[in-house]
C-alpha cells in the first residue's frame, strides 16, 4: 500500500513489491497472480474490518435507518486513510474485465462479506417481521449495491475528511428505509413485484460472472513454473 501511495498503481510492479517485502518475485507470484490479486487481498481485510466495526456501532440499535446509516458511515471511516489514491483502483475496478471490479468472480468473498453484514443490517432491525418476502431475499443485494453507488461518490469527493459523503449517507439512509417501508403496504405490492423481476433478470446476473483473463506481468522463470504448478499446468 505505501508503495501504491508512493509511486501510483500502475507503476507499482510485482518485482518492485517483492523487492520491498524481502521475497523473490517467483515467491511472490507462488501465492498472487499478479498485483491486482494482492489488491483482491486488501478488499478482503478491509471488508472483514468494516463487518466488525460495523456490528459494533450496531449493537442494540433496532431502527433500520440508524442501522444503514451506521453500517455505510462505518465503511467511510475503514476506508479513509486510503482514500488519497483510491481513484487509482477505481480506474482499473472500473473495467468490467478486471479482477478488482467489484463484480467480478475474483471479488465474491469480499462482497459476500458485504452482503452478509447487510442482511444483520436488517434481520437486526425492528423493520425485518415487516418486510414482503420476495423483497426481504433480495434487500441485502441491493444494499450492496447501494454502497457500491456511496463508494462511487467517496472516490471522487474531495472535501475534508469526505464530509460531503458522510452527510450524503445521513441524506439516504432514511431515504431508503422509506422506500423499503413503503413495500410493506398492500397497495406498493405490484411495484414491488415487478421491480423484484427486474432486478432478477437485469441486475443480479451481472454480479459474480467470470471475468476474462487478462496476462499477468511478466514474471521469472521460476515465477513462471510455480505459477503453472499452482494451476494444473
Same mark, same amino acid.
Given at each position: 500500500m505505501r508503495l501504491f501511495k508512493e509511486r501510483g498503481y500502475e507503476k507499482t510492479t510485482m518485482r518492485?513489491?517483492?523487492?520491498?517485502?524481502?521475497?523473490?518475485?517467483?515467491?511472490?507470484?507462488y501465492y498472487y497472480e499478479g498485483k491486482e490479486f494482492l489488491i483482491q487481498g486488501?478488499?478482503? =481485510? %478491509?471488508?472483514?474490518?468494516?463487518?466488525?466495526?460495523? *456490528?459494533? =456501532? %450496531?449493537?442494540?440499535?433496532?431502527?433500520?435507518?440508524? *442501522?444503514l446509516a451506521l453500517a455505510l458511515e462505518s465503511w467511510v471511516d475503514c476506508a479513509a486513510p486510503y482514500h488519497e489514491f483510491a481513484a487509482q483502483f477505481f480506474r482499473t475496478a472500473a473495467d468490467p474485465n478486471s479482477a478488482l471490479s467489484p463484480f467480478s468472480n475474483e471479488s465474491h468473498p469480499a462482497r459476500e462479506t458485504a452482503v452478509q453484514l447487510f442482511r444483520e443490517v436488517l434481520d437486526g432491525s425492528d423493520l425485518a417481521p415487516k418486510i414482503d418476502p420476495e423483497l426481504d431475499e433480495l434487500l441485502p443485494d441491493l444494499l450492496w449495491l447501494h454502497l457500491m453507488v456511496v463508494v462511487l461518490y467517496w472516490v471522487f469527493d474531495r472535501t475534508d475528511d469526505t464530509e460531503r459523503t458522510r452527510a450524503f449517507v445521513q441524506r439516504c439512509a432514511p431515504f431508503?428505509?422509506?422506500?423499503?417501508?413503503?413495500?410493506?403496504?398492500?397497495?406498493?405490492?405490484?411495484?414491488?413485484?415487478?421491480a423484484v423481476d427486474m432486478i432478477k433478470e437485469f441486475v443480479l446476473p451481472t454480479i459474480g460472472r467470470t471475468t476474462a483473463a487478462k496476462p499477468a506481468e511478466p514474471a521469472d522463470s521460476e515465477g513462471t513454473k510455480r505459477g503453472r504448478r499452482r494451476n494444473g499446468g
Open positions: 518492485a513489491i517483492a523487492a520491498e517485502a524481502g521475497v523473490s518475485v517467483g515467491n511472490a507470484y486488501f478488499y478482503d =481485510r %478491509m471488508t472483514h474490518e468494516h463487518l466488525v466495526d460495523a *456490528r459494533r =456501532r %450496531m449493537d442494540g440499535r433496532t431502527d433500520f435507518s440508524e *442501522r431508503v428505509a422509506k422506500i423499503v417501508t413503503l413495500s410493506r403496504y398492500r397497495v406498493f405490492r405490484p411495484l414491488v413485484r415487478d
